[in-house]
T-cell receptor, first 114, second 111 residues
Framework: DAGVIQSPRHEVTEMGQEVTLRCKPISGHDYLFWYRQTMMRGLELLIY????????DSGMPEDRFSAKMPNASFSTLKIQPSEPRDSAVYFC????????????FGPGTRLTVT | DQQVKQNSPSLSVQEGRISILNCDYT??????FLWYKKYPAEGPTFLIS?????DKNEDGRFTVFLNKSAKHLSLHIVPSQPGDSAVYFC??????????FGTGTRLTIIP
């Protein structure tokens, strides 16, 4: 069975450019989470969805960040415009309603903004 | 305001010995705690969890201890094996799907 799929795995972009990260959750999972990992702050929850509806976006750093989940099998995290401080590893994770604490993470997207 | 803290960024342990990873939290409303393990270039994977109504949970070589009065939990790995070398994240929740993670501890098992 395929796990959580993220693309791209690596992204290098210049400051000011738009960046779009993509995620395909595990089929049948109804929760989807976006996290950011940095050395200083560890794993931070940015936003999560339940049945494609955003439930909590309090972790989204600022208006430059937006996330969508148009259907149960796809989600995007967009940064526009990107800044060097956005450089981090971004993880997508999914879970089922019954096993909500066991979140299944994708391999992550390493974003570098120069 | 880091609500979940892992004050040791790294830890080295001899193979076969016990590894003890520590985690402190500040939010007394947390009632469920978890440990995740992460290898390089992979996402974290769930390892073990504990409810606040318990003070110990064991799964094979892994045991998690919870001290609610001290707002402290620890993960014990006995015996430590080379494959245990990874970054370990502590996480906490108020009984829902929103997890708050710590900054992680890199464990290195020395052969």
């Amino acid at each position: 069975d395929a796990g959580v799929i993220q693309s791209p795995r690596h992204e290098v972009t210049e400051m000011g450019q738009e960046v779009t990260l993509r995620c395909k959750p595990i089929s049948g999972h109804d929760y989807l989470f976006w996290y950011r990992q940095t050395m200083m702050r560890g794993l931070e929850l940015l936003i999560y969805f339940n049945n494609n509806v955003p439930i909590d976006d309090s972790g989204m750093p600022e208006d430059r960040f937006s996330a969508k989940m148009p259907n149960a099998s796809f989600s995007t995290l967009k940064i526009q415009p990107s800044e060097p401080r956005d450089s981090a590893v971004y993880f997508c994770a999914s879970s089922s309603g019954t096993g909500w604490y066991e979140q299944y993470f994708g391999p992550g997207t390493r974003l570098t903004v120069t | 305001d880091q609500q979940v803290k892992q004050n040791s960024p790294s830890l080295s342990v001899q193979e076969g010995r016990i590894s003890i990873l520590n985690c402190d939290y500040t939010n007394s409303m947390f009632d469920y705690f978890l440990w995740y393990k992460k290898y390089p270039a992979e996402g974290p994977t769930f390892l073990i969890s504990i409810s606040s109504i318990k003070d110990k949970n064991e799964d094979g070589r892994f045991t998690v201890f919870l001290n609610k009065s001290a707002k402290h939990l620890s993960l014990h790995i006995v015996p430590s094996q080379p494959g245990d070398s990874a970054v370990y994240f502590c996480a906490a929740t108020r009984g829902n799907e929103k997890l708050t993670f710590g900054t992680g501890t890199r464990l290195t098992i020395i052969p």
